[in-house]
């Protein structure tokens, strides 16, 4: 497959996000090459100018089983994000999942089957990195490690279960990073029923991969407190949309003035008791673009390249070797930007108008959720 004639580039590495090129190679599911005017056989996509962009990644995202969420009742929202440019998804913790077992045991067997079930269930081609144990008390350093041999990659929030002090949370944590496995830890007060308020000591002390929404989920710590836990950890720190916009910009004002640009990813933190949002990434970066004056390039980052990077990933970011999880969009029709770039940083949704997974085109046209793209890719078989 060969894309042609885009306007804007988006690498989704946040220290070069837009790269000097208007064509990719598609071979096999990967990207082979980026550059200019490139030629190849195969199906082509004329992109019309429309910028193209690293499948989005969200961060945070609670799902159940199949393309169903109990908290929501809501059928088909993982397809519904993939309509908003979202082609990975990585659990924080299968907690919606109705009588969900707390017991060693049941905690092991939960994850299991829940990285099992997404691993052969893609709705649209959507990758759902599931599987994500919530640490209880009663689990020791051994089912960590018996996880990590049955195939579990994540751990859920430490923090939404019965693990809460800050020494037993760097145990946990410490116990789940020996094991191999990528970790988060719930930041700021109580969300779902047996959560706990989360703290900067805690936080600091546990020092997982991931601070889960430093701006809350949706109650967040003070700002002062959050400041602290941007100094006092080292790793990814989280904004989310089901979070509190007013520390959100805190959060992303401070880690700027840190140079800490390369720390900061997103989520939606979904399915909630706030919703879900198909378009809750693209909104997220288009708030960090505008409200919070972040490069758009770079605001594209934290949802592609800075996720691959703390998670692990191949994917989120566009370079030859990578999957070919890709994204068109462009200005939407009305508004006042003229591209992609231009509309992030004015507050606008783009519009999406064509979405590859893994080398195959998912959705072709336009997205059923964006508003419409000013210019739509032409694709010829
Ligand atoms: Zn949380």
């Not at 090459?33 to 195969?42: D, K, T």
């Not at 049941?106 to 079930?117: E, H, M, P, S, T």
Request: hydrophobic letters at 45%.
């Amino acid at each position: 497959m060969l894309i042609r004639n885009i306007g804007l580039l988006f690498s989704g590495d946040v220290a070069m996000p837009l790269l000097d090129a208007d064509s990719i190679l598609i071979e096999g599911g990967r990207i082979t090459q980026v550059g200019r005017a490139l030629e190849g056989a195969g199906p082509r996509i004329d992109a019309q100018g429309c910028a193209v962009v690293p499948g989005l990644i969200d961060n945070h995202v609670h799902p159940a089983f199949g393309d169903w969420t109990p908290r929501q009742n809501q059928l088909g929202w993982i397809e519904a994000f993939a309509h908003g440019g979202v082609t990975t998804m990585v659990s924080a913790g299968e907690v919606h999942v109705p009588g969900r077992p707390k017991d060693p045991v049941g905690v092991r067997a939960l994850a299991i089957a829940a990285q099992r079930c997404f691993d052969a269930f893609r709705p649209l081609g959507v990758k759902v990195l599931a599987g994500a144990p919530v640490p209880e008390r009663a689990m020791t350093a051994a089912d960590y490690a018996g996880m990590a041999q049955d195939g579990i990659r994540w751990l859920g929030e430490i923090g939404l279960g019965t693990v809460r002090d800050p020494e037993e949370a760097a145990r946990h944590a410490r116990w789940a990073r020996a094991a191999g496995l990528n970790s988060m830890i719930h930041c700021g007060g109580p969300s779902i029923a047996g959560s706990n308020r989360m703290g900067h000591e805690a936080v600091c002390a546990a020092d997982a991969d991931i601070v889960a929404h430093i701006n809350g989920g949706p109650t967040s710590l003070s700002a002062d407190e959050l400041t602290k836990v941007m100094a006092g950890t080292r790793r990814a720190n989280e904004i989310v949309h089901n979070g509190n916009p007013r520390t959100a910009l805190h959060a992303l004002r401070t880690l700027g003035e840190m140079a800490a640009l390369a720390r900061l990813v997103v989520g939606t933190d979904s399915p909630a008791g706030s919703g879900v949002q198909p378009l809750g990434i693209l909104r997220t970066i288009a708030f960090l673009a505008s409200v919070g004056g972040l490069d758009p390039g770079v605001a594209i980052a934290t949802a592609t390249g800075n996720i691959a990077h703390w998670r692990g990933l191949e994917q989120g970011i566009i370079a030859a070797g990578r999957p070919a999880d890709l994204v068109f969009m462009d200005a939407p029709l009305g508004g006042a930007g003229r591209d992609a770039a231009q509309s992030l940083a004015l507050g606008d949704l783009p519009g999406i108008g064509g979405v590859i997974i893994d080398g195959v085109a998912r959705i072709v046209g336009r997205s059923r959720n964006t508003p419409p793209p000013g210019r739509i890719p032409e694709w010829t078989t």
